[in-house]
Structure formats: structure tokens, C-alpha cells
């Protein structure tokens, strides 16, 4: 399933108990400094400053961690407004969204935030352990303890297998496939959708996974897309253009 399955690696460093715990969890190698010095290229996953955070082999400066930020004159108005084009595309009578490619977790967090119930789900070991690190962080962050609130749920698999097993089911189902870059190198690109590509590939299976999301859903499937790319499934009942992005609307039928 990884793409460069093989070439992800848990630093072996002092905190020697909690990389041997993560490399088997993650059924990923261990590696020490030295040995990463001999490597041309691949990931680490270490821990840095309390958080646990994915290093390019090539430059080891600095590693990227799930990170939610929001700003502080925010906080006291949980929940978010649901305005702009993410809200409109998962509709007003919306309550449950399943984020079914969660990957770094930002859109996750933008609809958990929105008040939205969430459920995060995410196929890559790698990537689920990186957004477990971020949502349990989140936790301890003041306005979610005052408000007692708790992150999302994360489910690691395939959607595709877990949807069809889930026990409830959500309003809407929400998907952010990769979708291959309109220029072979975009200077555009920003380094987490870089390195998320490295890590998992291309979701080559998007249509499938869409077609289950639609059979699945209560109500509707919202789909991100880069405003450069066709519709994933042909024309959609409705879509919400940013500067960016579109976001495709499917109704259950
Ligand atoms: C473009 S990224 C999503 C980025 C995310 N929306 C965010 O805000 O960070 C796509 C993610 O979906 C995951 N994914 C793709 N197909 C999947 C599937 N069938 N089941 C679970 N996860 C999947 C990939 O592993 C990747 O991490």
C-alpha cells in the first residue's frame, strides 16, 4: 500500500522504549543516526519537542507534525461559524461527516471545528500515528478541555473496507484524494501534499473508494479537488468553487 514501502524508518534514539513500541506497532524498521547518514533518501519518525514528527532523510532539518492552529480571539467561539464553501458542500441538515482520507488531518479539524460530529479515517499506519499524536495534543489544548471536547475519532484501514462495516451511519462522507499535480513539478505545491505523496502514492482507487462512499452515505458525498481537475464521478448535483479548490457535491439518489 505504501508507495515507498521499505523506506520509512523509526529513529532508534533515546527514547529507545517509545521507537521500539512505535516501530511494531507500525511494522516499520528501526534505525539509528549513523545508519541514516549511510542513506540516500527515505523518512524517520522521531520525536521532537513533545511532538511525533515524520524528517526527510535528505535534510533532516525540520520535521512535519500534525498541527492545528487556530487563532486565539477564535477560541472562544466554538463552534466555528459554518460559513464559506467547505460549509455550503456539506449542507445545512448535515450533522455526522466521516473524513474518509484524513491525512494530515486539517480538513478533519475545519469541520470538527465547524461543530460537525467527525470520524477521521486514514488507510496509512504512518500517517494514523501522526494524526493520533496531533488529536491527542489537541486535547490538552486549553479551549478544548474547557469546552470538554474530544477530538475526533480516528479509524485505520481502508475506507473502502471500513465504511462498509461502519456502525453509524454519517450524513455525509467527505473525500480529499490525491490528485496527480497539473505540472510535473509544481512550484506550488506545498511540502506536506509532497511528502504525503512520497508516503502513500497516488490513491489510484479514488473511484472505488467514491463509489462506496455514495452507496454508504445517508445523504451526500462531498469531494475536494483541485479546481484544475474533472469531477470525480462526472457531473455533480452541486459544486463550490474557492481560489484553489472545488468542493463537488453528490447526493444520495
Ligand atoms: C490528499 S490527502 C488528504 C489530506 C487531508 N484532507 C488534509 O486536510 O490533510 C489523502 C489521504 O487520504 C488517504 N487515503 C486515500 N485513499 C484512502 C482510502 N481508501 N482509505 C483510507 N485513507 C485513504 C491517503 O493515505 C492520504 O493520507
Known amino acids: 500500500m505504501l508507495k515507498n514501502d521499505g523506506k520509512v524508518f523509526v529513529l532508534y534514539d533515546e527514547n529507545f522504549q517509545q521507537a521500539e513500541s512505535l516501530s511494531k506497532q507500525l511494522g516499520i524498521p528501526l534505525i539509528t543516526l549513523n545508519e541514516i547518514d549511510d542513506l540516500k533518501e527515505g523518512f524517520f519518525l522521531a520525536w521532537r519537542d513533545n511532538r511525533l514528527a515524520l524528517f526527510d532523510i535528505k535534510s533532516q532539518k525540520k520535521g512535519l507534525s500534525v498541527e492545528f492552529d487556530i487563532r486565539c480571539r477564535e477560541q472562544a467561539s466554538w463552534p466555528a461559524p459554518k460559513t464559506g464553501v467547505l460549509a455550503q458542500a456539506l449542507g445545512k441538515k448535515t450533522k455526522t461527516v466521516v473524513d474518509a482520507t484524513a491525512g494530515w488531518g486539517q480538513d478533519s479539524f475545519h469541520i470538527f471545528r465547524m461543530g460537525y460530529q467527525v470520524v477521521s479515517v486514514e488507510r496509512s499506519k504512518i500517517m494514523a500515528a501522526l494524526l493520533n499524536d496531533g488529536f491527542t495534543r489537541l486535547e490538552s489544548q486549553n479551549w478544548m478541555q474547557q469546552l470538554n471536547l474530544k477530538s475526533p475519532k480516528i479509524m485505520t484501514g481502508n475506507a473502502i473496507e471500513i465504511l462498509q462495516n461502519i456502525e453509524h451511519i454519517p450524513d455525509c462522507i467527505y473525500l480529499d484524494p490525491m490528485f496527480p499535480a497539473k505540472r510535473k513539478k509544481s512550484a506550488l505545491a506545498k511540502k506536506p501534499l509532497v511528502v504525503l505523496k512520497a508516503i502513500v502514492g497516488e ?13 454508504v452515505t445517508a445523504r451526500r458525498v462531498v469531494v475536494k479537488s483541485p479546481n484544475y481537475a474533472e469531477p470525480l464521478d462526472g457531473k455533480p448535483d452541486q459544486s463550490f468553487a474557492g481560489k484553489l479548490v472545488r468542493y463537488d457535491v453528490y447526493f444520495k439518489k
Do not use: G, T, V, Y
Not at 490513491?203 to 452507496?215: G, H, S
Open 203 to 215: 490513491d489510484e482507487d479514488k473511484k472505488d473508494l467514491f463509489a462506496c462512499a455514495l452507496r
